[in-house]
């Protein structure tokens, strides 16, 4: 995150330099234009200057996310900070290239510019927010089956023989395409499966066949039903 916004604060730097070569090195070689540091000068110029200032703050609080997934889904919000600092140079040097501009113009238009960005920002984070609660709310409602893959896997693993084995690798299978959204309706029947899987776990190591085709044919029972009933849920819309 430091490092991004270290590289949006060079570029932020940089045009800003630009703008000011621009205000006091360019407006001089144009032909006709009367020169004049006066009070409407200055008033525009530093409503110019808190349009970047603004800019650049604005960059900085939607760089400060410090998780890495939450930060990816706010780096579109680099984009509208790189909109609005092109807008604020070229409205900016427009405004004061203009003979004789009311400083109250100058006002109202980076004003508004810094408005715009900062509406534009609390949208897209808004955006970005509600995007890693979904995907933090997927990843909850996963996490059942994705463990209970793993622990299924590892039993094919560590059957010492090709019967044991043969009955893992059924549980394994039916774990491995069960449906993976999980449901606080779904509490009791994942709590079976669970005790089950410790069942399963134990016979591993006493490789005891009759016993493993017993709780394996039950757990594939087990995870028949838990998907029967997600089924069911979904249909209802829970």
């Known amino acids: 995150m430091k490092q991004r916004f270290q590289r949006y604060a060079v570029i932020w730097a940089v045009l800003l330099g630009a703008f000011l070569a621009v205000v006091f090195l360019a407006r001089p070689l144009i032909p006709g234009l009367r020169i004049a540091y006066d009070g409407r000068f200055w008033i525009a110029l530093v409503?110019?200057?808190?349009?970047?200032?603004?800019?650049?703050v604005c960059a900085r609080l939607a760089l400060r996310e410090e998780n890495n997934q939450r930060l990816f889904y706010k780096l579109p919000l680099l984009t509208v900070s790189r909109s609005a600092l092109i807008a604020t140079?070229?409205?900016?040097?427009?405004?004061?290239?203009?003979?004789?501009?009311?400083?109250?113009?100058?006002?109202i238009v980076c004003?508004?510019?810094?408005?715009?960005?900062?509406?534009?920002l609390i949208k897209a984070s808004w955006a970005a927010d509600?995007?890693?609660?979904?995907?933090?709310?997927?990843?909850?409602?996963?996490?059942?089956i994705r463990t209970l893959t793993v622990e299924a896997e590892?039993?094919?693993?560590?059957?010492?023989?090709?019967?044991?084995?043969?009955?893992?690798?059924?549980v394994y299978e039916a774990v491995r395409y069960s449906d993976p959204m999980s449901n606080e309706a779904l509490a009791g029947i994942e709590a079976k499966i669970t005790a089950k899987m410790v069942e399963m776990t134990n016979v591993i190591g006493t490789d005891d066949v009759m016993k493993a085709k017993e709780l394996a044919a039950e757990l594939v029972v087990l995870?028949?039903?838990?998907?029967?009933?997600?089924?069911?849920?979904?249909?209802?819309g829970k």
Request: glycine letters at 4%; one cysteine or more; proline letters at 2%.
């Open 47 to 56: 409503c110019v200057l808190i349009a970047f200032l603004g800019n650049l």
């Open 154 to 170: 590892s039993l094919v693993a560590r059957a010492s023989s090709e019967a044991v084995r043969k009955e893992c690798q059924k």
């Open 130 to 144: 509600e995007v890693a609660r979904i995907d933090e709310k997927v990843k909850t409602q996963t996490s059942f």
């Open 111 to 120: 004003v508004l510019l810094l408005a715009f960005q900062v509406i534009a």
């Open 223 to 236: 995870v028949g039903d838990r998907n029967r009933s997600c089924k069911g849920l979904k249909y209802n």
């Open 89 to 107: 140079i070229v409205l900016g040097a427009a405004l004061m290239l203009i003979p004789d501009c009311p400083a109250w113009i100058a006002a």
